[in-house]
T-cell receptor
């Protein structure tokens, strides 16, 4: 079975631009979470979605937004990119909002 | 708020050495505790977990025991291999929640 997939793998943007990151959960999984991992640090929770509804939001500015589609895939959007947004963005899926999370390989975003 | 503190890295050991990576946590209530591993260029993989006090999680020769009295969840392995070289993250999730709170990670290098 395919694991969590994320696209693109790598992305380079300039300050002020907008970016959309995509995540496809494991088949049958209805919950998707997003994490930001800055180089040398542990992942930080951004959002959790379950059954297309936001279930949790971390301490990130409103420039960060996300949504979950009827097929349970998800998008993370970041507006007005800053240099500090450069990070590995990880998506994790789980059967529901209480089971173990499985992580994708991440999207490496570089903001110049 | 909830937090996780790991021993500073990097840690360098010879093959077959004994490994300990310290992890302590701060949380209200009774969180679930996890160790994740991240190999170069990959996402996070769950290594082991424990959901209540005195539980021992184990996998691939790694062990960790949930110690409520010392709020610790130290990772141990009796004989490490070169293939264990990776970054290890300790994490917690609050009871009834799925959001993971991670430590800063410990980079482990095993030399042959």
């Amino acid at each position: 079975d395919a694991g969590v997939t994320q696209s693109p793998t790598h992305l380079i943007k300039t300050r002020g631009q907008h970016v959309t990151l995509r995540c496809s959960p494991i088949s049958g999984h209805k919950s998707v979470s997003w994490y930001q991992q800055v180089l040398g640090q542990g992942p930080q929770f951004i959002f959790q979605y379950y059954e297309k509804e936001e279930r949790g939001r971390g301490n990130f500015p409103d420039r960060f937004s996300a949504r979950q589609f009827p097929n349970y895939s998800s998008e993370l959007n970041v507006n007005a990119l800053l240099l500090g947004d450069s990070a590995l963005y990880l998506c994790a899926s789980s059967l529901d909002d209480k089971y173990e999370q499985f992580f994708g390989p991440g999207t490496r975003l570089t903001v110049l | 708020g909830d937090s996780v503190t790991q021993m500073e890295g990097p840690v360098t050991l010879s093959e077959e050495a004994f490994l300990t990576i310290n992890c302590t946590y701060t949380a209200t209530g009774y969180p679930s505790l996890f160790w994740y591993v991240q190999y170069p260029g990959e996402g996070l993989q769950l290594l082991l977990k424990a959901t209540k006090a005195d539980d021992k999680g184990s996998n691939k020769g790694f062990e960790a025991t949930y110690r409520k009295e010392t709020t610790s969840f130290h990772l141990e392995k009796g004989s490490v291999q070169v293939s264990d070289s990776a970054v290890y993250f300790c994490a917690l999730s609050a009871r009834g929640a799925q959001k993971l709170v991670f430590g800063q990670g410990t980079r482990l290098t095993i030399n042959p």
